[in-house]
């Protein structure tokens, strides 16, 4: 059987470095030759970074890919990886528009392209509004073996491509992807790519980035499945990481060139001539699939990590109350960047515990983090005296000197300001605009509340594994959880039980589920209205709220658009 | 000549308020049909408003929609409105996926439905995201005359249905529509109407939306162009206005039904019966094209107004500096809701100059609007103290005190803040997060510098022709622009003059030329580079940023989708 050593290249572009990406396509290019590959797969628009959002409506930035990508195929043949084929996601255009496009570097030429057929425009997706899609197919020869592409979202879809690719013949297929990480999205991948292998009967090598993104995080979860839906290999999730694969191939599998179902299909000889045969390298062990916090947290934190890294920014500041919230950010922001790059700030007020001084230290103590202790008295009591204020503007008030506290922080001495809200919160506006909403990135707005009580605990457990300090306090874990901007204040004096209420945010935000199916559901007809007014009301607040990782179906965002200025109430006519 | 005498009813709906919208087409179509009127027209979705977003991937919310419908049409019949034929857009739905229809409501039934073909996916639009496109084209036959109906983007589009429709013979098509306001849009919106009533040989009767939502301004101009491209009627822009106008329609110019240019086309019969020759009403004036400021005062004084009146608030607070921009957002607030429901704010520091004061002042004099002075001396004090400011940190946080005591008294009053900056100062960042920038509406935020200090004159000047006093100071006209937040501080300190600055933003943002392009327009590279990089850092800003008024080509928002970690520059791969 004819062999072929394929080697999966999981990267992490940064959007718009062309140039730092080309360099770092190059070292894995280098690396997959000195391994021994005879070809290597890069992620969707490894070259470009994903997503390039209206980037790729501009003519110079389309123009700066193109040319990188001729930049690149000469390099690589000038480093002696002429030999490898190198199939790399690019953005390219021709007189019809831009495309999503891969490309084939073999030799020191560009010698084939793939463009993306099926545009996603759903979720956070976009790309009816900047890609023409493909339409034909590129079937490659390499050592004899005929070598398919695929992009992304085409092996998503049921038909198309892929059904094509099967009906003329190939001995594998290569598939460049961006696919945004979401909890549990890797059972799903692999059942997919499992069954797609199936149908095109020959091995389907699927290569996704890695690391953040602005809200997404493209967890990698890169992977080889046999034609026979066998795991042959799988790159760990949230890391760059260059893995190789003997693949025992069937060879002459090819019918004719021509059309399959709705595709034209072009064939292209690289080089006919067989491999002779060799013994195979010791597979890479495979990686066992995360937990689902070990996953959530790992999602989260390269989220973090990146969007600071990529953004230019060595530390971060954030309020801790002593909560879990500010807690878990805080555990995630050492993760990510190291203790001695985080500065955590308590600022009681008059309303605030005894506990929350004492939790905040204990959350420093235990992860090292820069600890200050920084009272809003003063600073309220002028804006309450001068303003005569009561009530909710009294409260806010004391939110928002702690948010000027933090940014008048950052600007003088350049940390990024993290806010600590969840995703429970964030969805019944249970925050304060300007105030504890303030901040360049909010690390867990995506986590319902009871998931980062889930994540807490995951976390210091983990931490026991190890024999090391488990970062959280047990006593922010445990704890009714407060905003502490009146006496005696409890979440739940405003808010319903948080398991009740995620269950019902499940099914209203994620599950875009009406009130009628709502009560169905079991929930209580009061209590879901409550909610849903509660929800809708809160959109002007989620606007202004910085960004965040998506690890849900559904994130606040693009993924929901919503209008602002929006009358309908889910009870709908009767109203 | 067969006649038929048609109404364009330009109504403003509320998104979501299906119930609110179903009883205003109700009074109108009483309204049509005391005046005599045949046929009625309403604008694209007049009953769930325009843009629904997401709404439109609720089943409870098409539901609403489609039997509100049901509703209305029996409502009508009732009322006595049963002959009138009533062409009105809504939300649908099939087995396919929603649409975005139109419906003719007749004898108390829905007699026919036309779903919408071109799917706008750039710019504000997202329709690829919603909607199943139409591939059918009815024509429905009013006493003996046959009428088409097309939906917005249908008739911008070349080819497509119109083509289809003038091949196919009819003698009046009817055009729903919803399209947002931009500077000069209604010229090349009579230019377009006019060549494709030219195509069809028949009358085109357009009916736009009019009124507010979130960012769109929908300006109306609703009109009637003849098929030798005579302009009939035309509707004031920005006004709620039901208008008739008497045609002479050709008649018998009926062929076959079946496929034109790519449409099925069906025909069917409402009425057979000819009217009788009656004496034609006499012609509403037609409607004088308005001067480009007055149509950009209009646009935004329509958007303040909805976006308050919609979202429930009776009251605005601002803070006056005594400059251009808080003047003009002041001079706009009371001419949307009147002097008593605005108030505004002199917040004073130690570096804000006598004349902010006295500007401010005077302001509040000219205009009736309520005035109070809160000085922020105390209050900035406390935060450079404790927290030992100094610099940029230190001439932020007098932006910040200012931002807190606005949202103060909007959560001890009410009332909806407005934030003041202008279009370029949001282009290049200049203005303070949390700061100046908080606001739940940003009334110029897409209006130029140039065009902040144009429209003052002009809205002075127009004050002068009325024999009223000019609402905006001279003197906060002439004066150099000025953040005041450090001693002798002009914004010319940090940005190039305000003309050049705008010069290189309309090519760089509404153009989205690059950086070769910019210095080929004859910009100095230097001044170029320095515009891109602060237009590029800002993002971050700019999403945190509230709503406000589109009225340029591509407004920041969602007409320009750019990601905030972009290491792009313009000057591209030799960075």
Redesign the interface.
């Known amino acids: 059987m004819p062999q072929l050593r394929l080697a999966l290249a999981q990267v992490n572009p940064?959007?718009?470095?062309?140039?730092?990406n080309a360099t770092m396509i190059a070292d894995r290019c280098r690396e997959a030759a000195a391994a021994g590959a005879h070809i290597v797969v890069f992620g969707e628009m490894a070259l470009t970074g994903y997503?390039?959002?209206?980037?790729a409506?501009?003519?110079?930035?389309v123009?700066?890919s193109v040319?990188?990508l001729q930049?690149l195929v000469t390099r690589l043949a000038q480093d002696g990886c002429g030999e490898l084929a190198t199939v790399v996601g690019y953005l390219d255009s021709d007189a019809r528009g831009p495309r999503d496009a891969a490309a084939v570097l073999h030799r020191g030429r560009v010698v084939a392209r793939q463009f993306k057929h099926h545009l996603p425009?759903?979720g956070v997706f976009?790309e009816?509004?900047y890609f023409i899609p493909g339409t034909t197919l590129t079937v490659f020869r390499l050592h004899g073996l005929e070598i398919g592409m695929v992009i992304c979202e085409d092996i998503w879809q049921v038909g198309g491509p892929i059904t094509a690719l099967a009906q003329a013949g190939v001995d594998l297929v290569v598939a460049p992807n961006a696919s945004p990480y979401e909890r549990a999205k890797d059972d799903t991948r692999l059942a997919l790519v499992a069954r797609r292998a199936a149908e095109l009967g020959a091995p389907l090598a699927y290569a996704n980035l890695v690391g953040?993104?602005?809200e997404l995080v493209f967890d990698g979860d890169s992977m080889v499945v046999s034609g026979r839906g066998e795991l042959l290999l799988r790159v760990p999730q949230f890391t760059e990481q260059l893995l190789v694969c003997d693949l025992d191939l069937a060879g002459g599998s090819a019918r004719a060139q021509g059309r399959y179902a709705e595709f034209d299909v072009h064939r292209m000889i690289l080089s006919d001539d067989s491999l002779a045969a060799y013994s195979p390298a010791t597979p890479a062990p495979m990686a066992e699939p995360l937990s689902d916090e070990a996953e959530v947290w790992g999602a989260l934190v390269t989220g973090l990590r990146?969007?600071a890294r990529?953004?230019g920014f060595g530390s971060v500041v954030l309020g801790l109350s002593g909560g879990i919230d500010s807690a878990v950010c805080a555990a995630l922001a050492v993760d990510a960047l190291g203790a001695d790059a985080v500065y955590g700030l308590s600022m009681p007020s008059s309303y605030s515990s005894v506990h929350s001084r004492t939790d905040a230290a204990d959350l420093a103590e235990r992860t090292g983090l820069h600890y200050q202790v920084?009272p809003i008295g003063?600073?309220v009591e002028?804006?309450v005296r001068?303003?005569?204020?009561?009530?909710?503007?009294q409260e806010?008030?004391q939110a928002?000197?702690r948010?000027?506290?933090l940014?008048?922080?950052s600007?003088?001495h350049g940390h990024l300001v993290l806010a600590t809200g969840n995703k429970s919160e964030l969805a019944v506006g249970y925050s304060t605009?300007?105030g504890d909403a303030?901040g360049?990135f909010a690390p867990i707005k995506d986590v319902p509340k009871t998931a980062v009580w889930a994540l807490a605990r995951w976390r210091n457990a983990l931490a026991e594994k190890r024999g090391e300090t488990p970062p959280i306090p047990p006593s922010s874990i445990g704890k009714p959880p407060s905003a502490e901007l009146r006496p005696e204040q409890l979440d739940t004096d405003s808010l319903p039980d948080y398991q009740l209420l995620d269950n019902v945010l499940d099914d209203y935000v994620e599950g875009?589920r009406?009130?009628?199916?709502l009560v169905a559901a079991g929930f209580a007809p009061e209590l879901v209205e409550r909610i849903v007014r509660l929800v809708d009301a809160a959109e002007?607040k989620r606007?202004?709220?910085?960004?965040g990782t998506k690890i849900t179906l559904k994130a606040f965002g693009r993924d929901?658009?919503?209008?602002?200025?929006?009358?309908?109430?889910?009870r709908?006519?009767t109203?």
Do not use: H
């Not at 997503?51 to 980037?55: F, H, S």
């Not at 606007?543 to 960004?547: E, H, N, T």
């Open positions: 940064c959007v718009g470095d062309i140039v730092g997503p390039v959002e209206d980037l409506l501009r003519e110079a930035f123009a700066g040319q990188a930049t425009n759903y976009d009816r509004r953040g993104q602005d990146d969007y990529k953004n920084q003063a600073m002028v804006f001068q303003l005569s204020l009561s009530g909710i503007a806010n008030v928002r000197c948010g000027v506290t940014m008048a922080l600007n003088q605009i300007y303030v360049g875009d009406g009130f009628s199916d002007y606007r202004q709220y910085p960004p929901r658009r919503l209008p602002i200025t929006n009358r309908w109430r889910e709908g006519l109203d």
